[in-house]
């Protein structure tokens, strides 16, 4: 089983600040998944890599795969992007290749104006 | 937005009830997956879907079955729900983008046992 720590659990940074969250993960995976969930609301896929950075807007994602770590770094940050941030990890189940995910306990950012 | 939707979005229920939870999708996605979501413990996978008719164990599938009938529909039945059954539910389903895949989640289902 694969265990998916994040650090920090939890994050208070003041607006403009550059913020970096931190997964590390126990076993070989097939794709690791950075995924934002605003307070009650739904879940949204921000990134999927196998391998080296990947860049949308102010958010970037990189993948060590031999580390097994990955970083989500977010460059000027602001209120909005308060929110909580979960890392995950695919692998391969028996019985017909599905990715089922497994997943950190989540990092809850809040941005200060 | 990948077209998913969860019903319902909301129920209140007493222990010992049977309970199915409905996700759709519109996209034709070949693969569905049954999670939920609780404070200490983030997300776990609780049973998924590779095919009508075709559905394996997560992690956590004790007291939850599934069916999956037809390509757009994948229900959840708690067969005789309990208090630890008390959760947010999501519904994703997955889209292949190259060797793996990204998944789009649904909106929710938070149920409370009594």
């Known amino acids: 089983k694969n265990e998916v720590e994040q650090s920090p659990q939890n994050l208070t940074a003041q607006e403009g600040e550059f913020i970096t969250i931190n997964c590390s993960y126990s076993?070989?995976?097939?794709?690791l998944h950075w995924l934002q969930q605003h307070p009650g609301g739904g879940i949204v896929s921000l990134f999927m890599?196998?391998?080296g950075k990947k860049k949308h807007g102010r958010l970037i994602a990189t993948i060590n795969i031999q580390e097994k770590h990955s970083s989500l770094h977010i460059t000027a940050s602001h209120p909005r992007d308060s929110a909580v941030y979960i890392c995950?990890?695919?692998?391969?189940?028996?019985?017909?290749?599905?990715?089922?995910?497994?997943f950190g306990k989540g990092t809850h950012l809040i941005i200060q104006p | 937005d990948a077209g998913i939707t969860q019903s319902p979005r909301h129920k209140v229920t007493e222990t010992g009830t049977p309970v199915t939870l409905r996700c759709h999708q519109t996209?034709?996605?070949?693969?569905m997956y049954w999670y939920r979501q609780d404070p200490g413990h983030g997300l776990r996978l609780i049973h998924y879907?590779?095919?009508?008719?075709?559905?394996d164990k997560g992690e956590v599938s004790d007291g939850y079955s599934v069916s999956r009938s037809k390509t757009e529909d994948f229900l959840l039945t708690l067969e005789s729900a309990t208090s630890s059954q008390t959760s947010v539910y999501f519904c994703?389903?997955?889209?292949?983008?190259?060797?793996?895949?990204?998944?789009?989640f649904g909106p929710g289902t938070r149920l409370t046992v009594l």
């Open positions: 994703a389903i997955s889209e292949r983008q190259g060797p793996t895949r990204t998944q789009y």
């Open positions: 076993v070989g995976i097939s794709a």
């Open positions: 890599l196998s391998s």
């Open positions: 995950a990890v695919s692998h391969m189940y028996s019985g017909g290749g599905a990715d089922g995910l497994t």
């Open positions: 996209e034709n996605h070949r693969y």
């Open positions: 879907s590779y095919g009508v008719k075709d559905t």
